[in-house]
């Protein structure tokens, strides 16, 4: 199994990035999918989970009407546009995978449901 996010980099506040994550090795359409970041210092953060097909997501507050998850099953990835960048979404991203169809929701901002992570791709906002 395996998760590959891509698409991090350098931006300046207010600005945007599309953070990209390839499964492979997994039924994809079975499992939900999040994303979490962790600045430096800090703890693992939940930033979005959506569900297996698309049709239900949620956001942490701190992001919600910036970022926007989505997902291509037929291609096996799940994607995270990020808009309104500001320094304090700096962290490393990483993607991972809840062998789940159930409907996400706060219970999603748990790690432990998580069966599958990516290597991470570092997001850095300048201001």
């Known amino acids: 199994v395996q998760l590959q996010a891509s698409g991090g980099g350098l931006v300046q506040a207010g600005g945007s990035l599309r953070l990209s994550c390839a499964a492979s090795g997994i039924t994809f359409s079975n499992y939900a999918m999040g994303w979490f970041r962790q600045a430096p210092g800090k703890e693992r953060e939940f930033v979005a989970a959506i569900r297996w097909d698309g049709a239900n997501t949620y956001y942490v507050d701190s992001v919600k009407g910036r970022f926007t998850i989505s997902r291509v099953n037929a291609k096996n990835t799940v994607y995270l546009q990020m808009n309104s960048l500001k320094p304090e979404d700096t962290a490393i991203y990483y993607c991972?995978?809840?062998?789940?169809?159930?409907?996400?929701?706060?219970?999603?901002?748990?790690?432990?449901?998580?069966?599958?992570w990516g290597q991470g791709t570092l997001v850095t906002v300048s201001s």
């Open positions: 991972a995978a809840d062998n789940s169809r159930q409907l996400v929701g706060r219970w999603s901002s748990n790690t432990y449901r998580y069966e599958y």
